[in-house]
């Protein structure tokens, strides 16, 4: 049976409405990323079990030197290590295996230097594990420090030895003379 042409208007503007809704939730969701995720200090991207870049804070995109869309659609092992495939450690790989976080400590000049990169497992709304959230954060203070402590730990053994060793020769001095 024909429809009249008012129901098939009406269908189209209640499918028209229901876009709009949709393109709405698509807009809010984009702006609630951008004002809880860009201003981290740390870097945070989605990856999707196939390596590739869903998305990506400010901080990251300016570690990078990269726009938003220079990176999106693209395999993170290439755009954040130089690769062409993933590395030994990585973090994803091993996550994606499991389903259990993951964390490492690396050097990657591509990222500022040392970093901990954690990977986090990311469901989607069924319960299914589509990729991971990975965080990382920049720990060259934190190495400086920890450098800068064995630094001062190692001139205090030596300054405890030279101690040591002056009490020593204090000792068979005062024998000698004795």
């Given amino acids: 049976r024909t429809r009249s042409l008012a129901e098939k208007n009406k269908l189209l503007l209640e499918e028209m409405h229901q876009r709009k809704v949709q393109e709405e939730k698509v807009l809010q969701a984009k702006n609630e990323w951008e004002r809880t995720v860009d201003p981290m200090p740390d870097m945070i991207a989605i990856i999707n079990r196939d390596h590739r870049i869903v998305r990506v804070n400010e901080t990251l995109l300016n570690c990078l030197g990269s726009s938003y869309e220079e990176l999106q659609g693209q395999k993170c092992y290439v755009c954040m290590h130089g690769c062409d495939r993933p590395e ?39 319960g299914e594990l589509v990729g991971s959230v990975h965080i990382i954060r920049d720990i060259n203070a934190r190495r400086r420090s920890e450098k800068e402590r064995e630094k001062l730990l190692s001139q205090l053994l030596h300054a405890q030895k030279l101690e040591s060793v002056g009490q020593l020769a204090s000792g068979i001095a005062h024998e000698i003379n004795t």
Wanted: hydrophobic letters at 25%; a negative charge; one cysteine or more.
């Fill in 88 to 126: 030994e450690y990585c973090v994803h790989k091993q996550m994606m295996q499991d389903g259990v976080e993951k964390r490492i400590e690396v050097y990657e000049e591509k990222l500022g230097g040392y970093c901990e990169i954690i990977a986090s497992p990311y469901h989607d709304k069924n």
